[in-house]
């Protein structure tokens, strides 16, 4: 059999990245060009991850997804987008290298295969694991090779930035077809090993207002976005990245939570407002102030996305100490699974003098678990065949369908 005609199954897995420089705001909504440049943190797949299945085969009679166990539409315009990009990628690198190769295996309809390791009530975007994810394992598929971060762009802004490891930018760029605003690794992940990440999970609440859809009425009507993109942003940009090289945490940490509370305060600017942020979040804030305070110094950095959930930055030092404060003013259920999932904590007692200092009244319940992680690599391909998520049929194995359950409940 020619080898354009065979079946060919690729799987993959790509990250879920934090912003700790926000990106909020479109200049071009098609090609998704940002207002601002961002910065943002790789978090590690053994935690968080998604993972993706691309076959492509002479007997499919059209394109299919499946997402989280489920048959999605194919033609959503931001999949339609990757998926032309990635095609048209494909067949420029046939004509450029190699004109005389059959190219049969180009016009092969493909099977997408993609769930997520983590539950959606996380709330954390899965839209920029999911198409960096995407785009990986469509590249493996149609043999593209290169920056493939401005491919991953036109699914979602953010997951330009899951595309590498790390600390990640990702550059604003000024050409108006967007070549330029692409992503970078500024470190790689093993640059600071230090570095901690806690997701403090609030509720199970989804969110209410997509980033797409609020991010563009922040744009239509905030004067304080326009300022923050125009003459903070580029500062901290530097800044931000000063304080990576140089392992500087307390630069880091405040740039970090500044620009979280910056983020948050252009969504109170939108009209009508948006708030993302509830209770658990604003009673989080003031538990890491007064424990910096406490200490003298800033050891700990919360960030907010568009949803309630905290993501806590520290150094493993200082983790037992820090996970016992958050225990103790958001008791968890006793009789539900695990408080803490991912990279173990150490007990310690809290000190009376840390209790006394934060002083909060506690909120139980009010965090519903923790996942303890750090710093990762970006998308990564998986050799073993087992691992496929569709079968020899191009279609999702059972398993995909009954892992996906038991995710989501
Ligand atoms: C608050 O990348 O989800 O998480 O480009 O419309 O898909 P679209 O938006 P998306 O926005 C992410 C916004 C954010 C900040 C960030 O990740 O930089």
Redo the contacts with the bound molecule.
Sequence with gaps: MPEDSMEKTYTCTAPV?I?VI???G?RDEDL?LPINS?L?VTLHQDQLKTTTTVATSKNFQEDRLWLNGKEEDINHPRLQSCLKEIRRLARKRRNDEDPGLNSTGLTHKVHICSINNFPTAAGL?S??AGFACLVYTLAQAFGVEGELSAVARQG????CRSMYGGFVQWLIGHQCDGKDSLAQQVEPETHWPEMRILVLVASAERKHMG??SG?QTSVQTSCLLKHRAESVVPGRMVEMIKAVRRKDFPAFAELTMKDSNQ?HATCLDTYPPIFYLNSVSHQVIKLVHRYNQHYGETRVAYTF??GPNAVIFTLEQHIPDFVQAVRHFFPPETNGGEFIKGLPVPHVDLTEGLRSTIGLEPMPKGINYIISTKAGPGPRVVKDPTHHLLGPDGLPKNTVIIHQKRTLE
């Design positions: 990245n912003a926000k990106y909020w479109k998704i961002s943002s975007a839209s920029a979602s802004g953010s997951a980033s797409t991010m983020f996305d568009a």
